[in-house]
T-cell receptor, first 111, second 114 residues
Framework: SQQGEEDPQALSIQEGENATMNCSYK?????LQWYRQNSGRGLVHLIL?????REKHSGRLRVTLDTSKKSSSLLITASRAADTASYFC???????????FGKGTRLSVIA | NAGVTQTPKFQVLKTGQSMTLQCAQD?????MYWYRQDPGMGLRLIYY???????DKGEVPNGYNVSRLNKREFSLRLESAAPSQTSVYFC?????????????FGPGTRLTVL
């Protein structure tokens, strides 16, 4: 069963606005990753945050992790039409277990 | 440096037919994975291979078999296809299972079973 659950399922915003997606998970994690999937393509890794980290930045992306609430958020600032995609969180629960993916958030950025 | 490649890109089968999906990576990764993606379901792990010579079941292994042919190649076989196996199949690889590394994905195989 899926470990991560993204919220919202779908999000539609105007170009230039910020987009925030959330991921909640059930059990303790080793690390949490975010991936992007453009329509009809494979997933592309965006960012990884370890369980002992609280925040990471990469370009226009900001990821936070709150292990006490078992949740993470992905913020995309100053969104562009090219950010239109599905975004998935994925977690590992220990050092030798495979990633488990959530169901994703579909982001539409309208020009 | 092609990354992860999958063949074929598209396939239509009739119920009961068999086929093998091929996956290869050129990044010298130890671990390889097969996922299926259905609308609204995200990615679900079918099988994975932590290293050459080993394979393990994932969340949805029924109806599938896998072979880790060598370090580069990991194939997925459907022995008797069913309409419930209509899906998009993705192969992925990473240096080691559960490592602090990203997974690299292939472009996917879109399979329709009639």
């Amino acid at each position: 069963s899926q470990q991560g659950e993204e919220d919202p399922q779908a999000l539609s915003i105007q170009e230039g606005e910020n987009a925030t997606m959330n991921c909640s998970y059930k059990t303790s994690i080793n690390n949490l990753q975010w991936y992007r999937q453009n329509s009809g393509r494979g997933l592309v890794h965006l960012i990884l945050i370890r369980s002992n980290e609280r925040e990471k930045h990469s370009g226009r992306l900001r990821v936070t992790l709150d292990t006490s609430k078992k949740s993470s958020s992905l913020l995309i600032t100053a969104s562009r039409a090219a950010d239109t995609a599905s975004y998935f969180c994925a977690t590992t629960t220990s050092g030798n277990t495979p990633l488990v993916f959530g169901k994703g958030t579909r982001l539409s950025v309208i020009a | 440096n092609a990354g992860v490649t999958q063949t074929p890109k598209f396939q239509v089968l009739k119920t009961g037919q068999s086929m093998t999906l091929q996956c290869a990576q050129d990044m010298n990764h130890n671990s390889m994975y097969w996922y299926r993606q259905d609308p609204g379901m995200g990615l679900r792990l079918i099988y994975y291979s932590a290293s050459e010579g080993t394979t393990d079941k994932g969340e949805v292994p029924n109806g599938y078999n896998v072979s880790r042919l060598n370090k580069r190649e990991f194939s997925l076989r459907l022995e008797s296809a069913a309409p419930s196996q209509t899906s998009v199949y993705f192969c992925a690889s990473e240096p080691f299972v559960g490592s602090y590394n990203e997974q690299f994905f292939g472009p996917g195989t879109r399979l329709t079973v009639l």
